[in-house]
Each structure stands twice: as C-alpha cells, then as structure tokens.
C-alpha cells in the first residue's frame, strides 16, 4: 500500500502562488508515476500535471506555462508550484501516484480558493 498525504492549499488572490506538495510512504520503492488532479464544484475531476520516475512531465492546456510538477524520489515527495493563478484554479487538488505495478492511489485532497 502506499499513502499519500497533500500539504500547501490555502487562500490567495488572483495573480498569487501557492506550492503544494504531496509526501508518499508506505511501500514507495513501487511509485512510478506522480501526478495531481483537481475538481472544481460543478466541475468534472480534471488530471492537472504528471511526473515520471524518469522525470517526463505532462500538464493539462489549461496549466501549461503557469504550473510546474516536481518530485524528488529520495523523499518520496512530489511538488506542484502553481504562479498566475486564477479564479478557475479554485478547486480540491489530489495527489496520486502508480506503482510499476499499475495499482493507483490517491491522497484526500487539499482546497485551493483563488479570490479574485
């Protein structure tokens, strides 16, 4: 099993930035791939930014050139630092992550609000 714990949501006005970051434990020599999503109320869950164990890195069109994923296996750890943010980032971030194995797991989730 592995667990997955978010950190860094918050309050911050249009413009701002925030840095989330999602710590991994259990069994972490199986992670492969990292990634995060987000749901927006009224919204569908939308897969926000992926990270290999290699380092390859993906984002959604609506991300791209604002938000950059991060992780550092030594730690277990990936990061999302988000900069311009906008009202339409308001949403529940999740953190996920699959194992070489293709068993997927998630964290709880962490509340961005973007004020405008």
């Known amino acids: 099993q592995v667990q997955l714990v978010e950190s860094g949501g918050g309050l911050v006005q249009a413009g701002g930035s925030l840095r989330l970051s999602c710590a991994a434990s259990?069994?972490?020599?199986?992670?492969?791939?990292m990634g995060w999503s987000r749901q927006a109320p009224g919204q569908q869950r939308e897969l926000v930014a992926t990270i290999t164990s290699g380092g390859g890195t993906e984002y959604a069109d609506s991300v791209k050139g604002r938000f950059t994923i991060s992780r550092d296996n030594a730690k277990n750890t990936v990061y999302l630092q988000m900069n311009s943010l906008k009202p339409d980032d308001t949403a529940v971030y999740y953190c996920n992550t699959k194992t070489y194995a293709s068993l997927a797991y998630w964290g709880q989730g962490t509340q961005v609000t973007i004020s405008s």
């Open positions: 259990g069994n972490t020599f199986s992670i492969n791939t």
